[in-house]
Nanobody, 121 residues
């Protein structure tokens, strides 16, 4: 229902910053919760951050809390993930997701293609 295209990944030194972007099309962007997930080498998918449609309430995984910030620009149909103080353990493929925003978020509306983030030490 919603197509998501990501950009902004790359290689960065530990302690550095990157911003990931996700562009949405094919649906009513502001009606969905948006989120970011990641999967590192040999690891399971991990929740990173989410932002609700209603009230722009944000949520963060414990491993990134205080370092990452999720935001959205509904006029541009964009969602962002600002990543600061990056650590080698942040190395992963990052995925943008869209989901139904109800009492709980169901991540079944769309997924981005994935963007590699590599943090060197």
């Amino acid at each position: 229902q919603v197509q998501l295209v990501q950009s902004g990944g790359g290689l960065v030194q530990a302690g550095g910053s990157l911003r990931l972007s996700c562009s949405a099309s094919g649906g009513t962007f502001s009606s969905y919760a948006m989120g970011w997930f990641r999967q590192g080498p040999g690891k399971a998918r991990e929740f990173v951050a989410a932002i609700r449609w209603v009230g722009n309430t944000t949520y963060y995984g414990n491993s990134v809390k205080g370092r990452f910030t999720i935001s959205r620009d509904n006029a541009k149909n964009m969602v962002y993930l600002q990543m600061n103080s990056l650590k080698p353990e942040d190395t992963a493929v990052y995925y943008c997701a869209a989901g139904l925003d109800r009492s709980t978020i169901t991540w079944n509306t769309g997924w981005g293609q994935g963007t590699q983030v590599t943090v060197s030490s």
